[in-house]
């Protein structure tokens, strides 16, 4: 005959009415930690999206590169951020319903919504005088705009960097690729 001390069990007491209580860890699924998921997921969509358009993409003539030729460079950059970005998550997936450790630091996040908002003006300012301005000076306030949004206090070398950039991009789309990109009012000088 043996003697065996009551266990204790949760939500009871050991028995001797001190009532202690055992921290039984939360049960974890395979997805616990891994929400992040879904943006692989939704970068997956796109890629197979892209993928299916680009090669049921009516192509006339035969030119070289073709026009299939950088949608299937951007499906295969795409497939691989999938991959890189799946690894990375099942590698070191967050602490899902866990609390963090002791050691780490939480830092606070929040939306910067001044630069998010002259982004988006930047962009939506490209959008309406592309047209009537042309490629090279739109993409130039564009690039502009977006770089004093992210912090930079340089103009005059900002506008020149600008309309640099533009000026290679419009001449290798002209020169390199034969494509037209639109000259606005400077239509007569390009």
């Known amino acids: 005959m043996s ?19 055992r921290n039984a860890a939360p049960a974890q699924n395979f997805f616990s930690g891994r929400s992040e998921l879904i943006v692989p997921a939704l970068v997956l969509a796109l890629a197979v999206f892209l993928t299916w358009q680009t090669a049921t993409m009516e192509v006339l003539g035969k030119s070289v590169p073709g ?8 499906c295969v950059l795409l497939y691989g951020v999938v991959i890189a970005h799946t690894i990375q998550i099942f ?8 609390a963090p450790a002791a050691e780490e630091k939480q830092y606070k996040t929040q939306s910067d919504w001044k630069t998010m908002g002259m982004v988006v003006a930047g962009v939506i300012g490209f959008i309406l005088i592309l047209p009537y301005a042309g490629w090279i ?8 705009v977006v770089a004093r949004a992210l912090g930079s ?7 020149s960097i600008a309309l640099l950039f533009s000026c ?8 390199g690729l034969g494509l037209n990109l639109p000259a606005g009012f400077l239509e007569g000088l390009l």
């Open 3 to 21: 003697i065996q001390a009551p266990q204790a069990t949760e939500g009871t007491g050991t028995g001797n009415g001190t009532g202690t209580r």
């Open 67 to 74: 026009p299939q030729f950088f949608p299937t460079i951007v």
């Open 91 to 98: 590698r070191s997936p967050r602490g899902g319903a866990a």
């Open 137 to 144: 000076l739109s993409a130039a306030a564009l690039f502009w």
């Open 153 to 159: 206090k340089k103009a005059l070398f900002d506008v």
């Open 168 to 175: 290679v991009i419009q001449l290798a789309f002209n020169a």
